[in-house]
């Protein structure tokens, strides 16, 4: 819902001259594009980095930042000259290889002074000071302090981060991503002309092995202009209604007997090899810890795409029953469904179990031993919180609008779902917070859950207490909307007198504050102060667990090499894989449940390989030839689309296509045949042509060591023509 | 006077989402073969300084009806409020008037041996709504009314910006107007 409102402001803006709007892609998808008005600036896929590098070098050299905000050592300081932000630019670090805490912040005790924080050289004595203490401090200090034991080799987090952006001149830079060093200094000068009123944002460049550092630099930008928080500047989303943590109505977030999860994530993910039994077994035996057999991704969040590889792999240890539900990771990973890897997933060795809750016959689910049948997005409960450029506060609400279709199962006879099946199982083995007495509400009362009614109608009710409560439902919208004949357990699973709240939540798809009101003076009305970091502690200390050297603390141009740091472009060179894919985001198929929705099958059929016309006459290629896209590990074919709007060496796939399950195929469901519908699998899918890494000994999809982040974009690829 | 329906789509503001062809999709039922509204996407100039033009496209309500008058039967007609429309009872599905249009503005239902195609979605029209298609556009590039009362929005547009209309050189009098189709097409100047 919110992109359609982000293009609708954008338009707005531009044909108002209101915004000046330059879009950075491999792709020329031609959104807001007003000749005059908007600048399209090709970039090669996977160097998005190089680019934001290169601005900042521009913003150092040109001293453009805004020095008076950056020179704020804590919050007080920086909210006294009117910011709702702070950063960490003018805090020391030490850098001395010979003091025990290198890498990390320069503490007090380290000076043996008093107090807590962090330390700063103070820009009234020029002497160290306590971050909270000095109202502004040195931004670029590097050079030696006094300590409790001798001189301490120091420098702020500033100068770190300007050392490493200058690692690369900007001609560098500019080679790297294929977009000029003018080109460069234009962008970093407009984007410093309107002090604090600049924003950024992104999506395509984060999906590369190399994109920790882009993800990193591009929100650094706007904080070198003191931006959060600002109107005109960086927001954040707005909040969301009260659901399903305690609520002023129910708790739904605890209950007696909780079991905390607790323990190592199979992905790989948020946890340091060097804490592992296989790190310490290693050191104990006097063997070199490194590699280890997969990477341990320190900085990855929520990686599910890495949970398959590490079960196929059996490391860092063996699973036993895998629970896909609303989720397709063998079409949505990049480099998994490949021969070698899809042998592995179908060894029960490898996984025993595998259990999918799914509404059509996916790609993953046909790997799975017992498939339950889920309710579709007409048939289920859903509560959706704010999603990208809506600053105001809402929560929207799906809830079924028909009787799902699935059989009616289990203890109380309710049509079978990804919530039905994980209620009857847990009262099956006994599992504490389901069946009677399970959740507590406002008084003490415990309340049943027994069906899905039974916890999202509750979900409803905080959010409809909180706060100003919601007015109940008018007569008419409750008989046009169907509320006024709702099943008796859904009006049982709250208390008579919030159910007519409850239903006009429900009418007005959710709750929703004014979307007028976003600021609040100069400021966002939302978001916290908060605190924007230059140097990061927690990576700087941190060891990619392959090559067992330490992450940088600052965002450096890495280019893209396998997980033992060897070049991509050495093993898999230019002379023989002149292109990179891009791999994007199509209008009318953004995700990937929609090839079977009959509207968008008519509107566009199919994705194509897009390639620019200046590279389709070099290598001698045609309009609308069919060919064979080949990447080192694997191969597809597709229709090519020579195109002005694509940078030179790029061949761009949309995602979604390419399909090769998800109902395209006859599936017999006992005895009874499911005709196939073959558009559903018409087009190139991208990720099964992502490499694999050899430089691990596990069998392993290329991805970012520290951050998990597949070879989505930028995979390596040739062109070989099929007629 | 009557009223004489017109729509006026400003392509500086079409994003291409092809928002509008869904909504008409499903707002009139229209089968798998064809659409009553599309979004035509064509690049103009040359790497890197390219540009894409989006033109959305539907009926043009035409003021000489050449796909009326190649009609047999009489199923076809213009109404009073300027709205040319197909009286499918009537419609004995030979097609004649699919290739009388230059605009590939109607639909051969082969199947049902029916033609489709767009009536300013009549049947909004009759309870006071606006075409589908107009209120579902996402960055409300497409404006709709009555060309004949000089304070409707769309008699404004015309008044204060140049315009075009597509196939000029067909002479049949569109009723759908475009605006900036010239700031994209003079860069291949
Ligand atoms: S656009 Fe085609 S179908 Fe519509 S009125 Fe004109 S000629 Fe007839
Ligand atoms: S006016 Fe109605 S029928 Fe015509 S294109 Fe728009 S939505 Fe379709
Ligand atoms: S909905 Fe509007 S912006 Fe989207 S394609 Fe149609 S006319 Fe263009």
Redesign the interface.
């Given at each position: 819902m919110s992109f359609q409102t982000l293009a609708r402001k954008t338009v707005k803006g531009v044909m108002e001259n209101k915004l000046k709007l330059a879009v950075i892609d491999p792709l020329m998808q031609g959104g807001t594009d007003i000749p005059g008005k908007t600048k399209w600036i090709p970039i090669k896929p996977s160097t998005d980095g190089a680019l934001v590098l290169g601005m900042m070098h521009w913003i150092f050299d040109k001293e453009k930042f805004d020095s008076k905000f950056l020179e704020c050592p804590n919050e007080e300081a920086a909210q006294s000259i009117g910011f709702k932000s702070h950063t960490n630019a003018t805090h020391l670090v030490i850098v001395d290889d010979k003091h025990p805490n290198n890498k990390k912040f320069l503490k007090p005790e380290d000076l043996g002074l008093e107090g807590d924080g962090f330390i700063v050289i103070d820009k009234k004595t020029g002497k160290p000071q306590l971050h909270s203490k000095a109202s502004a401090a040195h931004l670029f200090y590097n050079g030696e302090v006094e300590g409790k034991k001798g001189t301490i080799k120091v420098a702020t987090s500033l100068y770190l981060l300007k050392q490493g952006v200058n690692r690369y001149s900007i001609d560098e830079y500019a080679k790297i991503c294929g977009i000029s060093a003018k080109q460069i200094e234009e962008i970093a000068k407009e984007f410093t002309s309107h002090g604090h009123k600049v924003a950024v944002d992104t999506l395509g460049g984060t999906n590369s092995i190399n994109a920790l550092p882009f993800t990193v630099a591009l929100w650094l930008l706007p904080a070198l202009m003191g931006s959060y928080n600002m109107k005109g500047g960086m927001a954040s989303n707005g909040p969301s209604f009260k659901t399903f943590a305690e609520g002023p109505k129910y708790d739904l977030a605890t209950f007696d007997g909780q079991v905390k999860p607790s323990g190592v994530k199979i992905s790989r993910e948020q946890f340091h090899y060097e804490n592992t039994t296989e790190y310490k077994n290693k050191v104990a035996q006097g063997k070199n810890p490194y590699p280890s057999k997969l990477p341990w991704h320190t900085n990855g969040l929520s990686l599910d795409g890495q949970t398959l590889f590490s079960a196929i792999n059996k490391y860092p240890y063996q699973c036993k029953i895998l629970v896909n539900c609303f989720a397709n990771p063998i079409y949505g990973t990049p480099s998994l469904y490949q021969e070698t890897m899809i042998e592995e997933i179908k060894k029960t060795s490898n996984i025993p179990l595998i259990i999918s809750v799914d509404i059509v016959m996916g790609e993953t689910t046909s790997y799975a031993d017992y498939i339950v049948p889920d309710t579709s997005v007409y048939e289920q409960w859903a509560m959706v919180p704010v999603r990208a450029n809506i600053n105001t506060k809402m929560t929207s609400v799906r809830h079924p609008i028909i009787e799902p279709a699935t059989p009616k199962v289990g203890s109380s006879n309710q049509p079978i779902s990804m919530e039905t099946f994980l209620i009857e199982v847990a009262k099956k083995v006994g599992m504490p917070g389901f069946g009677g007495d399970a959740i507590k509400d406002a008084n003490g009362k415990l309340w049943p859950l027994n069906t899905r009614e039974d916890y999202f109608m509750k979900a409803i009710a905080n959010m409809a207490y909180d706060g100003d409560v919601v007015s109940n439902i008018e007569k008419e919208d409750d008989k046009i909307t169907g509320l006024d004949s709702i099943p008796k357990h859904w009006q049982d699973a709250v208390k008579a007198d919030e159910l007519f709240a409850v239903k006009n939540v429900i009418a007005k798809g959710g709750r929703f504050e004014a979307d007028t009101n976003y600021y609040d003076g100069e400021f966002m009305k939302y978001g916290n102060p908060s605190k924007i970091c230059f140097y990061s502690e927690n990576l700087a200390n941190s060891k990619n667990s392959i090559t067992g050297e330490y992450n940088e603390g600052m965002p450096v141009w890495m280019p893209e090499t396998l997980a033992d740091g060897t070049l991509v472009s050495e093993v898999y060179p230019s002379e023989e894989y002149p292109f990179s894919i891009c791999s994007s985001k199509s209008k009318l198929r953004g995700i990937s449940m929609l090839n079977n929705c009959p509207t968008l099958q008519v509107l566009s059929d199919k994705n194509y390989i897009e390639i620019n016309a200046l590279d389709a006459k070099d290598f001698g290629l045609k309009d609308g030839q069919e060919v064979t896209v080949e990447t080192p590990t694997n191969k597809a074919t597709g229709v090519l689309k020579v195109k002005q709007g694509v940078s030179r060496g790029t061949l761009g796939i949309s995602f979604g296509y390419g399909k090769w399950e998800y109902g395209s195929k006859d599936t017999t469901i006992d005895g009874k045949v499911i005709k196939g519908e073959e558009i559903r699998s018409v087009g190139t899918a991208t990720n099964p042509l992502a490499l694999a890494d050899k430089s691990v000994e596990g069998k392993y999809g290329l991805s970012d060591v520290v951050s998990g982040t597949h070879n989505r974009s930028g995979i390596k690829a040739k062109i070989v023509p099929l007629s | 006077m009557s009223r004489k329906w017109g729509m006026v789509i400003d392509v500086?503001?079409c994003?291409?989402?092809?928002?509008c062809?869904?909504a008409c999709?499903?707002e009139n039922n229209v089968t798998?073969e064809g659409?009553r509204s599309w979004v035509i996407?064509q690049?103009v100039?040359?790497?890197?300084e390219?540009?894409?033009l989006?033109v959305p496209q539907l009926c043009n309500h035409c003021d000489n009806t050449p796909c009326v008058s190649a009609c047999p039967v009489e199923a076809t007609a213009k109404n009073e409020q300027g709205i040319v429309y197909v009286d499918r009872e009537k419609c004995i599905g030979c097609f004649a008037c699919v290739g009388a249009c230059p605009y590939g503005a109607r639909i051969k239902e082969t199947e049902n041996k029916k033609v489709d195609k767009c009536d300013f979605c009549a049947h909004r029209l009759e309870h006071g709504l606006l075409p589908a298609c107009v209120t579902t556009c996402?960055?409300?590039?497409r404006f709709f009314g009555d060309l004949n009362d000089p304070n409707s929005t769309v008699s404004k547009l015309l008044k204060e910006n140049k315009y075009e209309v597509l196939l000029p050189e067909e002479e049949l009098g569109p009723n759908v107007y475009y605006i900036g189709i010239n700031?994209?097409k003079?860069?291949n100047k």
């Open positions: - | 500086r503001k994003v291409g989402c092809h928002a062809s869904a999709r499903i798998k659409n996407e690049e100039s040359n790497y890197p390219v540009h894409t989006k996402t960055t409300q590039a700031e994209y003079n860069l």
